[in-house]
């Protein structure tokens, strides 16, 4: 087999700005009591910020045909929260909601070095166990999560040579941008979208997203390119060996599917090793 089917893309400069690891599981109550003591024991952990943000909505990869249209259900009550605990130094992130748990690394300042994917799981791992843990003390019910999502957001700056004239598809491939005329000047903006289903033993296991955009990055005043890409589906089984297994492989497809999608003139740009 080809080394390159063999061990996974490197790249020594990577233009990854963000990497969330999430898990969705059935809702259960959490009260303002929950979330305060939740609160207290991620303090103790670095943990020392906190702010409330509108909930995630559900996310579940389905596939075959459709199934006719959704249901709608309004429920009355106060509506669910989403609360952020954010580490001293602004880097992580922990998201908890009534029926997820994410863990975000973010890149803050231009010291900030991507800590690769294994430290990131790890440190995931540990929260979901210390999450599992207090959900149990607290008597809420076991948790069962229903889908992993894993998730790369990527700020492609571009050498000052290559920001005249820049399309989109210079960054890539799944972007076009050969008019066959030649009549259109460069586009004010662009967007490509893409989703790929992977299989695990024969059958569908989940899907990956890719979105690229152009955009500008108003802290420097420049053009970049954003690259978002998710890996989302079933764990492999219901318990957290089961959302780990399903992080290796999200992040496995992530990783194939940038080196896949990008130009090779950016892999020389973010030195690309294997």
Do not use: C
Request: charged residues 25%.
């Amino acid at each position: 087999m080809p080394d390159n089917l063999t061990k996974l893309p490197e790249f020594k400069n990577p233009p990854v700005t963000e990497v969330a690891l999430s898990v969705q599981f059935e809702p259960r109550e959490l009260s303002p009591e929950n979330f305060v003591s939740l609160a207290l024991r991620l303090h103790e952990l670095g943990y020392v910020r906190i702010e409330q943000h509108p909930p995630l909505q559900p996310a579940i990869e389905r596939f075959g045909p459709p199934r006719g249209p959704s249901r709608v259900v309004v429920e009355l009550g106060s509506p669910a929260t989403r609360h952020w605990f954010i580490s001293q130094d602004d880097t992580r992130l922990v998201q908890v909601q009534p029926d997820r748990l994410v863990l975000n690394w973010r890149k803050t300042g231009e010291g900030d070095k991507y800590p690769r994917f294994e430290q990131i799981n790890r440190e995931f791992a540990e929260n979901l166990s210390r999450f599992s843990a207090f959900v149990t003390d607290k008597e809420l019910g076991e948790l069962v999560p229903n889908q992993v999502e894993v998730t790369y957001v990527n700020h492609v700056r571009l050498a000052d040579e290559m920001t005249s004239g820049l399309h989109l598809a210079d960054v890539v491939g799944i972007a076009g941008s050969n008019y066959a005329d030649g009549f259109l000047p460069l586009a004010e903006d662009e967007r490509a979208v893409a989703r790929y289903v992977f299989e695990r033993d024969g059958k569908p296991a989940g899907r990956l997203h890719i979105n690229a955009h152009t955009a500008i990055d108003l802290e420097h005043g420049q053009p970049i390119v954003v690259i978002n890409l998710t890996a989302r589906g079933s764990p492999i089984s219901e318990d957290i060996a089961g959302v780990l297994g399903f992080m290796e492989m999200g992040r496995e497809w992530i990783v194939r599917g940038f080196a896949d999608v990008t130009t090779r003139d950016m892999h020389k740009m973010w030195e690309r090793v294997t």
